[in-house]
């Protein structure tokens, strides 16, 4: 069941990055395009998780990986405010 649910939290941040990529698409705002690769990142550890045979979450590497996209969010916000 656990598999399960990170799966559809995989889904749906794809899903959240592809509503990003189309914004971007439409207005070329640096913004969109830096919440899409949070989004696609965030998911990618939810698919890492997922595929591994251990979902406990214990190998700290997917840590980094979360860590990175939360960070591309603050820079985006920062980014933002500042222009």
């Known amino acids: 069941m656990e598999h399960f649910i990170m ?3 995989a889904m749906a941040s794809i899903v ?4 990003f990529l189309r914004f971007w698409r439409d207005t070329r705002d640096r913004l969109f395009m830096l919440f899409a690769i949070a989004f696609a990142l965030l998911a990618l550890t939810r698919l890492g998780l997922a595929m591994s045979g251990d979902a406990s979450e214990a190998d ?4 980094w990986v979360r860590f990175a996209a939360f ?3 603050l820079v ?6 500042r222009r």
Request: cysteine-free; glycine content about 4%; overall charge neutral.
């Open 76 to 81: 985006a916000i920062a980014d933002k405010n």
């Open 60 to 63: 700290t590497s997917w840590y």
């Open 7 to 9: 799966g559809a939290i």
């Open 71 to 73: 960070v591309i969010i």
């Open 16 to 19: 959240v990055a592809a509503f």
